[in-house]
């Protein structure tokens, strides 16, 4: 019921920037946790910044500084706004949510997106 869309990824020199956008469609959830993860080659899913129900985002310690993420008023769309970016952060990134039926099931659950790819290369 739930589908999250990524877009944005693509190749860019080291210092460069971009943004990534991903597009919730569904309402069949409220959603109370969205944000970014990321997989590097040969490397296991790392959490890069996710955004708290209470306002508050947690990030990366390798990415603090450097991105931002953002959503809107209905946790429809996110972004995330990558600076400065760096070889090391070449990943496939997925969008994430958690959220809760709107029938009244207080269990959460999962949604991930497909994934955008960004290579940082010279």
């Known amino acids: 019921q739930v589908q999250l869309v990524e877009s944005g990824g693509e190749a860019v020199q080291p210092g460069g920037s971009l943004r990534l956008s991903c597009v919730r469609s569904?309402?069949?959830?409220?959603?109370?946790?969205m944000g970014w993860y990321r997989q590097a080659p040969g490397k296991q899913r790392e959490l890069v910044a996710i955004?708290?129900?209470?306002?508050?985002?947690v990030y990366s310690d390798s990415v603090k500084g450097r991105f931002a993420a953002s959503k809107d008023r209905a946790w429809t769309t996110v972004n995330l706004q990558m600076n400065n970016l760096r070889p090391d952060d070449t990943a496939i990134y997925y969008c994430y949510a958690r959220g809760v039926p709107e029938s009244g099931t207080t269990r959460g659950q999962d949604f991930w997106g497909r994934g955008t790819q960004v290579t940082v290369s010279s």
């Open positions: 569904g309402n069949m959830f409220s959603m109370y946790e």
């Open positions: 955004m708290k129900s209470a306002g508050n985002v």
